[in-house]
């Protein structure tokens, strides 16, 4: 099975300052997605931002962006400008392009966004 | 604009006692999944099902049950209620195209 490693459990950063969460992971694939999801106090899972494999470019949405090395195994979340509203817990996820109906989740990330 | 709901939200069995998770989407998703996610071990998938009638074992089906019957209901069944089931449980969806999957807003159950 494939393996998400988030490595940092807790992190936090100052309001406006920028911050980059990690996340690896352990596949033999060549093609499948990745994501970032948020957790809010409210428990809602959310989107953050999705990266295709066979896509070189980092996926950049807003504020948000990656990091994508693909023979590194590592795909890792910067978030810009860093708003009260970010805290959250940050989970890393991978799924298969083509054969994907399971989706693998890291342990995650709590970010404190400090005022 | 209801997407994945999930019901309750909150629950307390006893051990032994057995109850059924709700979760209804209205995205016409043919993709969906029971997630449980512990404290610090991020979410273990349970059942998924790729579409009315199919229903497939995730990493940790045991204690659970799962049926779909139509495109939009997935519920997932706890005959005999366990401390270890205590959790809060995740219903998601996808389509067969889009990567992204899209989650209920959780069910935190507590088996005393």
């Known amino acids: 099975a494939q393996t998400v490693t988030q490595s940092q459990p807790e992190m936090s950063v100052q309001e406006a300052e920028t911050v980059t969460l990690s996340c690896t992971y352990d596949?033999?694939?060549?093609?499948?997605?990745l994501f970032w999801y948020k957790q809010p106090p409210s428990r809602q899972m959310i989107l953050v931002i999705r990266?295709?494999?066979?896509?070189?470019q980092n996926a950049t949405e807003n504020r948000f962006s990656v990091n994508f090395q693909k023979a590194a195994k590592s795909f890792s979340l910067k978030i810009s400008d860093s708003q009260l509203g970010d805290a959250a817990m940050y989970f890393c996820?991978?799924?298969?392009?083509?054969?994907?109906?399971?989706?693998?989740f890291g342990t995650g990330t709590s970010l404190t966004v400090i005022p | 604009n209801a997407g994945v709901t999930q019901t309750p939200k909150f629950r307390i069995l006893k051990i032994g006692q057995s109850m059924t998770l709700q979760c209804t989407q209205d995205m016409n998703h043919n993709y969906m999944y029971w997630y449980r996610q512990d404290p610090g071990m991020g979410l273990k998938l349970i059942y998924y099902s790729v579409g009315a009638g199919i229903t497939d074992k995730g990493e940790v089906p045991n204690g659970y049950n799962v049926s779909r019957s139509t495109t939009e209901d997935f519920p997932l069944r706890l005959e005999l209620a366990a401390p270890s089931q205590t959790s809060v449980y995740f219903c998601?969806?996808?389509?067969?195209?889009?990567?992204?999957?899209?989650f209920g807003e959780g069910s935190r159950l507590t088996v005393l």
């Open positions: 996820a991978y799924r298969r392009l083509y054969t994907g109906n399971q989706f693998y």
């Open positions: 990266q295709e494999a066979y896509k070189q």
């Open positions: 596949t033999s694939e060549s093609d499948y997605y």
């Open positions: 998601a969806s996808k389509t067969g195209n889009t990567g992204e999957l899209f």
